[in-house]
């Protein structure tokens, strides 16, 4: 009967860490798509300097104050993403520190801990 204990023993195990690796493919997914709206950002900031320049040059500042709240509401938006994919990463991070807990907790908490540690580092918007 042992073995049968043994079995289940490893056949949670195995969920667990099943549950882990995709809660970590989730978490990165999420980071790259911060990575993503930081680079649109990015660029949208470059387009504008590009844009604005020629127009503050020429002392158009209509053209200027034009240009600036439709980037502003493009930089906003992607801002929003960005805060809101962060909350959801905490969120995984949080069921990921979860995993196992009901029977395995230590073992669960190191898996989690090491896949926080493991875990990329974005730049911020405010890096921009």
Known sequence: MSSWLDWDSLAKSAGDAAETTRLMALRASKHAEIMYCESQMKSALSQF???????????????????????????????????????????????????????????SAAVANAAAASAPTTTTANEL
């Open 49 to 107: 300097g590009q844009d604005a320049f020629p127009a503050m040059e020429a002392d158009d500042a209509e053209r200027v104050k034009a240009l600036f709240v439709a980037v502003k509401a493009l930089v906003d938006g992607h801002r929003a993403d960005i805060r809101a994919k962060r909350e959801e990463i905490e969120s995984i991070e949080a069921e990921m520190a979860r995993v196992g807990q009901e029977t395995n907790g230590a073992a």
